[in-house]
């Protein structure tokens, strides 16, 4: 059986942090989709 | 609200032929670094950037390279539309134009130079590569161009002279030009008659002994540099030995960079409290990023010798070369440019296609153009390589050179497919201007290796970062207890009255624990549901999890591989390759077996895993579908070839 350790505050900021992450990500990748311009990159490459 | 008002603001275009220094002087004028080079058609579309003279704002445009505004190509048509129709709608703002003239080939631009001054804007010009021109037996007389033309002229030897330029004083000179025959299609006499004045007036012959030896010096280096036998294998040779010594010099800041990253992960180790914060930072974020930060070396030796090879002039004969190999395949001379450009990153190569003038030939390079091994992979190919060819840079220096050939080959090779199925018909032939010969700039080159090391670090910072995060989490939990072989290892270690074995033994359930845990988490659970459509290519799912996270964006999987090796393993072993080098499947065999290694290269050299360029390449070629294509050919034809090379290095011995 799989668990989670609710009682341990460590855990609820670790949470907290990578539910910030995914946000982050989302938002910065539907940017980055919106706005490409002609001098740009996708962002993991290094094109200017 | 003073700033923005008409009178406060002028419109500022730039315009000239290829490649004769535009957006050199747009970035000394917005302080941009645009990207340029030594070959034409690198600005593909005009580039907009603003800077304030006091408090006057001036908008600045930079033009696509063009020989006349009435030619029938899509960056001609782009120039029409901009001075005939945009800058007079603008007629209430001030408008004036920068012409932009080389001395190199000075009568080329008189076409285009008629046709601006015809407009009737306040115009002033810029005459770049003089010093050049004179090393070829001519010097522009900058005085009698000014009094022929009516407007102020000013001079820029050399490149790095562009910033030393003063603007304010041009853009106070700038007036309406001397009425000159106006150019109408068709009836070139007048026109003719004003350019051949026009030289004569302001062009003389200096040196003509020495400008003469250049040429023949010139002559033979083409002759060699662009012969179809010779010119390609110095290609080759030129590429493998680029890689080998880019693979050979930056071992040692590698390794700097590792031991900086193992101090810290060490020092949090010891001063932290076992926990999921000390968890998360030591092997989601320091793990993670520095997985992507042990290549900042190579990436900055790569674009650093990579500029200096385009400022020399090499690469535009190399495009020469190329075109012989392209042409068979029906891609069009004008696809070398994209395609070399989708070497840095696959968006600014699509965009590029612009300058392709027929449909079916620009849809076929766009297509195919994220075929090319763009920067993003870079991280990977070291990876892997450095499995397949542990220390020894010449090897791997042809297996880098293999991986940029692969691609190249499976991009011709498909669009070849696609120009005989989906679009059939005849390419156009190549006119590409050959640049003269020059001596790079070690400090330009050092500034456009600093500029894309900055990009990669914030890349880094950012979404890898962020990835790494989520992915730690998915990675730990559910968190797993321990099940009955563990416990019995436990009391095992507690019974022994030797301390070295009861160590021993505590090890290795603390290993099965952190190995069982991983298995179980989320993360662990879509790898082994995945995994039986990864594992014919040689992953396991570990692998799988790495693969997955890294379809949006390829650039993670490194940075992902390290955060699931480093939560399944007990201590970090040294240089984040070295661990996963070191790493091992549930089963105890090497994570990554040199047969694995071979077939995830082939499928990263070739897999579709950049979202943004998916969204690009729809928008570009006018409809989902193609992104679509783009996307399941891409993605098959790298699976295939990914269990055809897995195969053939298990066949050829290798583990696998």
């Not at chain 2, 101090?263 to 320091?286: A, C, H, K, N, Y």
């Not at chain 2, 220390?391 to 070849?416: Q, T």
């Amino acid at each position: 059986m799989n668990e989670f350790p609710l009682s341990d505050p460590q855990f609820w900021w670790v949470t907290l942090l990578a539910v910030a992450a995914v946000v982050l990500l989302i938002l910065k990748r539907v940017r980055k989709s919106d706005d490409q311009d002609q001098n740009g990159s996708c962002g993991g490459c290094s094109s200017k | 609200m003073a700033r923005e008002s008409a009178d406060a603001m002028v419109n500022i275009t730039l315009a000239g032929n290829p490649n004769v220094g535009k957006s050199t002087l747009f970035n000394a004028l917005v302080g941009a670094n645009s990207r340029i080079s030594n070959y034409p058609g690198i600005t593909a579309d005009s580039v907009i950037g603003e800077f304030y003279g006091g408090e006057q704002l001036r908008i600045v445009t930079d033009l696509p390279g063009t020989y006349s505004l009435h030619l029938d190509l899509p960056e001609a048509q782009l120039c029409h539309q901009h001075l005939r129709i945009d800058v007079p709608l603008k007629s209430h703002q001030q408008n004036l134009i920068i012409v932009v003239i080389e001395a190199v080939g000075f009568p080329r631009n008189f076409q285009l130079l008629a046709e601006l001054m015809a407009l009737g804007v306040p115009m002033a010009a810029v005459v770049t590569k003089t010093a050049e021109a004179q090393r070829r037996g001519y010097q522009i007389q900058l005085q009698a161009l000014e009094e022929s033309l009516g407007i102020p002229v000013v001079e820029a030897a050399e490149k790095s002279a562009m910033r030393s330029i003063d603007v304010e004083a041009l853009l106070a000179a700038a007036r309406i030009p001397t009425p000159v025959p106006t150019p109408v299609p068709g009836n070139q006499e007048s026109i003719e008659q004003w350019s051949s004045d026009l030289l004569a007036k302001t062009s003389l012959p200096v040196r003509p002994e020495q400008a003469r030896r250049r040429r023949r010096r010139d002559d033979r280096l083409d002759r060699v540099l662009v012969h179809p036998i010779a010119g390609s294998l110095l290609f080759l040779l030129v590429m493998i030995v680029m890689f080998g010594s880019v693979y050979w010099m930056a071992q040692v800041p590698m390794e700097w960079i590792d031991v900086a990253f193992g101090t810290v992960g060490e020092w949090i180790s010891t001063s932290m409290e076992d926990g999921p914060l000390r968890g998360l930072l030591v092997d989601g974020i320091i793990g993670g990023i520095s997985g992507t930060m042990i290549f900042l070396p190579q990436i900055l030796l790569l674009f650093f010798l990579i500029s200096l090879l385009e400022e020399t002039g090499y690469m535009a004969r190399a495009a020469f070369v190329a075109d012989r190999w392209l042409r068979p395949f029906g891609l069009p001379g004008q696809a070398f440019v994209p395609l070399l450009s989708s070497h840095a990153c696959a968006i600014p190569g699509i965009l590029c296609t612009r300058l392709i003038p027929d449909r079916r030939d620009r849809l076929a390079t766009i297509l195919v153009a994220p075929f090319l091994s763009c920067s993003a992979r870079l991280p990977v190919y070291i990876l892997m390589v450095g499995i397949l060819a542990p220390a020894n840079p010449l090897v791997a220096g042809c297996v880098f050179v293999g991986c940029y050939l692969l691609g190249a080959m499976v991009a011709v090779g498909s669009a070849g497919l696609v120009r005989k199925t989906l679009l059939p018909g005849p390419s156009l032939p190549m006119v590409l201007e050959l640049p003269p010969y020059r001596l790079p700039s070690i400090r330009d080159a050092g500034r456009i290796a600093i500029d894309r090391g900055w990009i990669f670090l914030k890349n880094a910072g950012s979404v890898i970062l962020l990835i790494c995060i989520a992915l730690w989490w998915l990675s730990a939990y559910p968190s797993t207890p321990e099940g009955p072989e563990i416990q019995e290892l436990r009391v095992a270690a507690e019974a022994h009255s030797d301390p070295g074995e009861s160590q021993r033994l505590l090890d290795q359930a603390q290993s099965l624990h952190l190995r069982e845990s991983a298995r179980g988490s989320y993360a662990g659970q879509l790898g082994r549901w995945i995994e039986p459509v990864l594992a014919p290519i040689g992953a396991d799912w570990q692998l799988s999890v790495a693969v997955l996270a890294s379809f949006a964006a390829r650039e993670v999987f490194v940075s992902s591989l390290n955060v699931m090796v480093g939560v399944g393993e007990e201590e970090a072993a040294g240089s984040s390759i070295a661990r996963i080098r070191e790493s091992k499947r549930d089963d105890g065999s090497p994570l990554l077996p040199p047969a694995a290694a071979g077939g995830l290269l082939v499928f990263y050299i070739l897999a579709m895993q950049c979202l943004p360029t998916l969204v690009v390449t729809s928008r570009e070629a006018g409809g989902i579908r193609w992104a679509l294509l783009q996307l399941i050919w891409m993605t098959s034809v790298a699976w295939i070839l990914g269990v055809v090379a897995r195969q053939w290095m298990m066949a050829a011995g290798f583990s696998g």
